[in-house]
């Protein structure tokens, strides 16, 4: 059955957005040894805030709206300081290919959260499914044993600020624009680059290269922000969303290229399990939709 030109055209919006994100992941950390964490973070908070706050007051929305003191999006915002916190670290002290890797199992964390907050209907084949996944997690970071880095522990609590900003995200007011929570999201970047500051190596003046690369990153990330959205309003959900395991192809290959990453045997089975059940995973949802 072939698909609709709509969800082809989300599918498209989705493989720019994770190639976008990508991106934006290499831009920090190739600044990761020139330019302090907090500063990066700061200034991808500010200068998103604004061009979403325009685009948002372009479309004649409040910035403001009373829906934004709901409690779900309070929670969001600290759930985007956790996970600017814990993203930005695993960029600087981690190869790129480990961090795409592990954060692949995002959706299946987000699912067994659901289940858990929302009651949503989870049935035993896709329980396994987040089993195998999360063992996949664990077999990269293999914690206990040889080659186990505390600083990959990073990852997890990007992982989990994500997965804690997904859920937050389905409990919103449906009255919010995505455009409103994406202005929110962006400006808990700025508190997030405060905090990371306080504790962390004072601002410094960047050169030409690494404004150009902070530039990179910023225009990569909002352009990543606005086509996952627009993926997820063109296309069916259940089409589109596997995509999104795209973002750890793009991962491997610009850790491949750029850092000259070769993980390990081990990774590579651990990779192969998130992906798998992932991907099991959003198909038995897209089955379950249909019924």
Wanted: hydrophobic share 55%; proline share 6%; glycine share 10%.
């Amino acid at each position: 059955m072939p698909l609709a030109s709509d969800n082809l055209r989300g599918i498209a919006l989705m493989l720019l957005a994770m190639a976008t994100f990508a991106l934006g992941d290499v831009g920090i950390k190739l600044l990761s040894g020139a330019v302090p964490p907090g500063q990066i973070m700061g200034t991808m908070g500010i200068v998103g805030t604004i061009v979403f706050a325009i685009w948002t007051r372009a479309r004649g929305l409040p910035l403001l709206p009373r829906a934004i003191w709901h409690p779900a999006i309070a929670l969001r915002f600290v759930a985007e300081i956790m996970a600017g916190v814990g993203m930005v670290l695993s960029l600087t002290l981690n190869p790129l290919s480990l961090v795409t890797a592990i954060l692949q199992a995002g959706p299946l964390v987000v699912t067994m959260g659901a289940a858990y907050v929302f009651g949503e209907q989870v049935g035993p084949r896709r329980w396994l499914s987040i089993f195998v996944g999360l063992s996949g997690v664990l077999i990269i970071l293999r914690p206990g044993f040889e080659g186990f880095s505390p600083q990959a522990l990073w990852i997890i609590v990007a992982l989990m600020g994500l997965s804690i900003r997904d859920l937050a995200t389905r409990a919103a007011p449906a009255s919010l624009d995505n455009l409103q929570v994406a202005t929110i999201g962006f400006f808990a970047l700025v508190p997030t680059g405060a905090l990371l500051i306080a504790f962390g190596t004072p601002p410094l003046w960047p050169t030409i290269g690494d404004w150009a690369t902070l530039g990179l990153a910023i225009f990569a990330t909002i352009a990543g922000y606005y086509a996952i959205t627009a993926a997820m309003r063109v296309g069916d959900i259940s089409a589109v969303t596997p995509f999104r395991y795209s973002r750890l192809v793009f991962g491997l290959v610009l850790g491949l290229i750029i850092f000259h990453e070769r993980p390990d045997a081990l990774s590579y089975v651990g990779t192969a399990l998130i992906l798998a059940a992932g991907l099991y995973s959003a198909w038995r949802e897209r089955l379950h939709s249909r019924r």
